[in-house]
């Protein structure tokens, strides 16, 4: 099946501990994002990757790093987790050959919270 | 500035009907237009796409609008069902960045028996 996959779904930390929450696709597609979604202000781009070990930032890149040294894999790390990061988090990924339609395939969301 | 706006209150309407969503947008000028269905505690599922030089897309029961004069697109559902509740999502290119989509907030539709 198709599908992006996330790991934790559900996560509680604490200030300042550094967590990493992995996605995976098996589409092979090239492009993959990583998007929040808080109440009131929607989706917005965290970082992006255009192919491996291509990887630029998006709107709200502040408190986090990424990387993308597989095709498949593509983790968002947060270094020193604050409370303003806690969010709802999709990873999400698309095709290169279906750029013309830019559809992005997300992964179910990992819902973090940083006391 | 730039903004992109979705109704904020639920939409309830009764199955059978016709379900209408809007999407309006500010300062921005797409090449397309997206919608996406977002069920609680999933992620959001690509629907439609319609482009600036179209005025409507049909898919089964689902029709999309897109006026660029207005700067508007319109959500149809029609023949509504209860399994049609959801939160529906409107993207558009950004200006900027590669792959730049910028999403509205969503309006949550809710389709009583």
């Known amino acids: 099946e198709a599908q992006v996959t996330q790991n934790p779904r559900y996560l509680i930390t604490v200030t300042g501990k550094k967590l990493t929450v992995t996605c995976s696709q098996n589409?092979?597609?090239?492009?993959m994002s990583w998007y929040r979604q808080d109440p009131g202000l929607g989706l917005r781009q965290i970082y992006y990757?255009?192919?491996?070990?291509?990887?630029d930032k998006g709107d709200v890149p502040e408190g986090y790093k990424v990387s993308r040294k597989e095709k498949r894999n593509f983790p968002l790390i947060l270094e020193s987790p604050s409370p303003n990061q806690t969010s709802l988090y999709f990873c999400a990924s698309s095709s290169k050959a279906e750029i013309i339609n830019n559809e992005q395939f997300f992964g179910p969301g990992t819902r973090l919270t940083v006391l | 500035s730039q903004k992109i706006e979705q109704n904020s209150e639920a939409l309830n309407i009764q199955e059978g009907k016709t379900a209408t969503l809007t999407c309006n947008y500010t300062n921005y000028s797409p090449a397309y237009l997206q919608w996406y269905r977002q069920d609680p505690g999933r992620g959001p599922v690509f629907l439609l796409l319609?482009?600036?030089?179209?005025k409507e897309k049909r898919k089964e029961r689902l029709k999309v609008t897109f006026d660029t004069t207005l700067k508007q697109s319109l959500f149809h559902i029609t023949a509504s069902q209860p399994a049609d509740s959801a939160t529906y999502l409107c993207?558009?290119?950004?200006?900027?960045?590669?792959?730049?989509?910028?999403f509205g907030t969503g309006t949550r539709l809710l389709v009583s028996p």
């Open positions: 589409m092979n597609h090239e492009y």
């Open positions: 990757s255009m192919n491996v070990e291509v990887t």
């Open positions: 319609i482009r600036e030089n179209e």
């Open positions: 993207a558009l290119d950004g200006d900027t960045g590669f792959q730049k989509l910028v």
